[in-house]
């Protein structure tokens, strides 16, 4: 696999288990914030994204939040699976701009 | 299926050996991109497209150059590569700016 992820904080949760994976972002002005996971060996996968118009939005197993008061976007994974070992990272961007700022990222690994 | 096709996926080289990796997507997106992933770094931009022939620099444009000929392709171009550029590189596409992006399986470049 890719070493991109050598240095990364890492959350262990037990297969069943909900996982919460926390962002701080940098910019007050951020309005567009995406989650992505990139698995080994794999490009960046977008996962579910949000405005900053909201406060949280859920899609299947995953849900986001926003707290744009202290900057801070988590992702919550239901019911986490092995298949969900892998890195998450957050991105933000500002008013349809072409730039997105891309976080470190967070090593999930799922134990049996 | 919806993709974008990156190639080599692994490149090794020796400093200064001219080099190019490719980049194609086929889902008719007008805005691509480059980027680097170090690690315990955030993905780094490196240059930008917005369409054909529109190309602008990123983050970290130094000793890259890029192309947008057609509206597919949008290779990224080493002149004269130095240990320094060893990384893991990804290329993305999305409709327009500031929309999801999705990416490419990335190309590991290793330079001697």
């Known amino acids: 696999g890719e070493s991109v992820g050598l240095h990364l904080p890492t959350l262990s949760v037990q297969e069943g288990d909900n996982s919460i994976i926390n962002c701080a972002y940098s910019n007050s002005a951020s309005d567009y914030f995406i989650w992505y996971k990139q698995e080994s060996g794999k490009g960046p996968q977008f996962i579910i994204d949000?405005?900053?118009?909201?406060d949280k939005r859920q899609g299947q197993r995953v849900t986001v939040l926003l707290n744009k008061t202290v900057k801070h976007l988590s992702l919550q994974i239901a019911a986490t699976q092995p298949g969900d070992s892998a890195v998450y990272f957050c991105?933000?961007?500002?008013?349809?701009?072409?730039?997105?700022?891309f976080g470190p990222g967070t090593r999930l690994s799922v134990l049996p | 299926e919806a993709q974008v096709t990156q190639n080599p996926r692994y490149l090794i080289t020796v400093t200064g050996k001219k080099l190019t990796v490719t980049c194609s997507q086929n889902m008719n997106h007008e805005y691509m991109s480059w980027y680097r992933q170090d690690p315990g770094l955030g993905l780094r931009q490196i240059y930008y497209?917005?369409?054909?022939?529109?190309?602008d620099k990123g983050d970290v444009p130094e000793g890259y150059k890029v192309s947008r000929k057609e509206k597919r392709n949008f290779p990224l171009i080493l002149e004269s590569p130095s240990p320094n550029q060893t990384s893991l590189y990804f290329c993305?596409?999305?409709?327009?700016?500031?929309?999801?992006?999705?990416f490419g399986a990335g190309t590991r470049l290793s330079v001697l």
């Open positions: 497209s917005m369409n054909v022939e529109v190309t």
């Open positions: 949000i405005r900053s118009n909201m």
């Open positions: 993305a596409s999305s409709p327009r700016q500031g929309n999801i992006q999705y």
């Open positions: 991105a933000e961007n500002i008013n349809y701009g072409q730039n997105f700022v």
